[in-house]
Antibody, heavy 117, light 108 residues
Framework: QVQLVQSGAQVKKPGASVKVSCKAS????????INWVRQAPGQGLEWMGW????????NYAQKFQGRVTMTTDTSTSTAYMELTSLRSDDTAVYYC??????????WGQGTPVTVSS | EIVLTQSPGTLSLSPGESATLSCRAS???????LAWYQQTPGQAPRLLIY???SRATGVPDRFSGSGSGTDFTLTISRLEPEDFAVYYC?????????FGPGTKVDIK
């Protein structure tokens, strides 16, 4: 069965960087893209960007351009999202989701990231 | 960038009743790229509907989606206790995803 398993919770100081991993199983990793979506406490879903696993092409939401980098390692079927220059308002749960044809059909369990001094 | 607006913000209903949730786009959206998700507290979103009206695998037939252009609807007939949740619409266009702000369906 398709599974996306994300790395564990992290606490970071303002100005630091965070890298979240998303390990896929149960499907051909390179045949799909991976979306990254975040959710601040008590708020809605916010799309951050996507990466195509087969060629590494990315498209980032304008809000995150310059601060986010998405990568994949096809040898381990793992996607990564790194966010730099963290601020307190980056405190959120970060999700990865498999996507094809414009929607996310399988989601990771989420990775809480807390930014606090 | 296409902006999605959902209404109402909160819908208070009793089990067994039906729910009608609206998603309106600031410009026309391809029906192929309109999806609905359900999220319960502490859980990841779950895909319910894709391509405006196709149910995802395992989704009960009491969930149905409709609409085109700028107006889309998610209907839940005969609400079950597990259906009380937040529902988000999402569109994909020009290589960008956007989500609506969500509609919370809570128990009256």
């Amino acid at each position: 069965q398709v599974q996306l398993v994300q790395s564990g919770a992290q606490v970071k100081k303002p100005g630091a960087s965070v890298k979240v991993s998303c390990k896929a199983s149960g499907y051909t990793f390179s045949s799909f893209g991976i979306n990254w979506v975040r959710q601040a406490p008590g708020q809605g879903l916010e799309w951050m960007g996507w990466i195509l696993a087969y060629n590494g092409n990315t498209n980032y939401a304008q809000k995150f351009q310059g601060r986010v980098t998405m990568t994949t390692d096809t040898s381990t079927s793992t996607a990564y999202m790194e966010l730099t220059s963290l601020r307190s308002d980056d405190t959120a749960v970060y999700y990865c989701a498999r996507f094809l044809s414009g929607f996310g059909d399988y989601w990771g369990q989420g990775t809480p990231v807390t930014v606090s001094s | 960038e296409i902006v999605l607006t959902q209404s109402p913000g909160t819908l208070s209903l009793s089990p067994g009743e039906s729910a009608t949730l609206s998603c309106r786009a600031s410009q026309s959206v391809s029906s192929s790229f309109l999806a609905w998700y359900q999220q319960t507290p502490g859980q990841a979103p779950r895909l319910l509907i894709y391509a405006a009206s196709s149910r995802a695998t395992g989704v009960p037939d009491r969930f149905s989606g409709s609409g085109s252009g700028t107006d889309f609807t998610l209907t839940i007939s005969r609400l079950e206790p597990e259906d009380f949740a937040v529902y988000y619409c999402q569109q994909y266009g020009s290589s960008l995803f956007t989500f609506g702000p969500g509609t919370k369906v809570d128990i009256k």
